[in-house]
């Protein structure tokens, strides 16, 4: 299976440190020069071009872009049909809040943008420092998945595990709606209460 991975930030090289040399990754870049320097740090054969030519010939794709460019890309790109479209965007306004919320969410909109596709919201609640994190200590970080296709619901949560996390399941792709705000709140535990980025929400179960 090979996964493309849209946006090297902070977050898509974090998953990518995390899947290197266990998957086969092709990165979609903008700045190509970059992106092969980058590749050429981690372990196993990592190619690179732009985004159209990522998603082509890869299985999976990440969206690890800001919710607006994820949006256009899922608008623009054709090679997304058929394909399975990780979307890990919190859809953050210039106020700070979630642009959409409630009554819809990122992924949805992504969903509608890309009809052919199949969108699942994955790794939406995980900062981006957390993937530097040695893999003994996320093993039990969830990575909540959500999507309306089961076989690629599946899919992304075996990729969750392969990147040495949990995956929890929590239902069809609506329950981004619950997710995204999650994300938020970690937002700002993270930075507006002060615990900073080693922090990721879990479930106890008591008794």
Do not use: C
Request: glycine fraction near 12%; proline fraction near 4%.
């Amino acid at each position: 299976m090979s996964i493309a991975i849209l946006g090297l930030g902070n977050m898509g090289k974090g998953l990518a440190k995390r899947l290197a040399g266990k998957t086969d990754i092709v990165f979609g870049a903008h700045d190509m020069a970059n992106a092969t320097t980058f590749a050429g740090l981690l372990p196993g054969h990592i190619k690179v071009g732009d985004y159209r030519d990522a998603a082509k010939i890869s299985d999976v794709i990440v969206l690890a872009l800001p919710y607006a460019a994820a949006l256009e890309e899922a608008r623009n790109n054709r090679e997304f049909d058929g394909k399975i479209i990780v979307d890990m965007t919190n859809p953050i306004n210039a106020e700070g809040s979630l642009a959409v919320g409630h009554t819809t969410s990122a992924a949805e909109e992504i969903q509608k943008a890309a009809p052919r596709a199949k969108v699942v919201k994955a790794f939406n609640t995980i900062f981006a420092g957390v993937f530097d994190a040695p893999p003994s200590a996320t093993a039990g970080v969830p990575v909540f998945v959500a999507g309306d296709d089961e076989k690629a619901v599946e899919v992304v949560a075996a990729l969750a595990r392969t990147a040495g996390f949990a995956s929890e399941v929590v239902g069809d792709l609506s329950q981004a709606r619950l997710l995204e705000p999650l994300g938020m709140l970690n937002i700002r535990l993270g930075y507006g209460v002060g615990k900073g980025t080693g922090i990721a929400p879990a479930w106890l179960t008591i008794g």
